[in-house]
Nanobody
Framework: QVPLVESGGGKVQAGGSLRLSCAAS????????MAWFRQAPGKEREFVGR????????YYADSVKGRFTISRDNAKNTVYLQMNSLKPEDTAVYYC????????????????WGQGTQVTVSS
């Protein structure tokens, strides 16, 4: 198990910003590929973005490209999701996830998940 703890969720008006954090209590964090997913009520879990263990070339879903930024600090075992220009359709529970092998957009390829943090964007 790789315990993951997300934080930073909350309520914000459209156009606002939030920064989510995902902390791992695992000394091999720096070797893991990380991703963010989200799930809105009644919908399937959706890929948001991923960052490889190197921290280079993050990859984003088209729906968030240009608005969201993923970064990581391996010294702090933490990955971040900076969300700007938020829209009501960004409302969801956001999850971080770990892949010990490959970095993909598929939820089934990720080994461990955090408990999720709620993001609510009002119009």
């Amino acid at each position: 198990q790789v315990p993951l703890v997300e934080s930073g969720g909350g309520k914000v008006q459209a156009g606002g910003s939030l920064r989510l954090s995902c902390a791992a209590s695992e000394r091999t964090f720096s070797t893991y590929n990380m991703a963010w997913f989200r799930q809105a009520p009644g919908k399937e879990r959706e890929f948001v973005g991923r960052i490889p263990w190197t921290g280079n070339t993050p990859y984003y879903a088209d729906s968030v490209k240009g608005r969201f930024t993923i970064s990581r600090d391996n010294a702090k075992n933490t990955v971040y999701l900076q969300m700007n220009s938020l829209k009501p359709e960004d409302t969801a529970v956001y999850y971080c996830a770990v892949s010990r092998t490959i970095a993909t957009t598929r939820a089934r390829d990720y080994d461990y998940w955090g408990q999720g943090t709620q993001v609510t964007v009002s119009s």
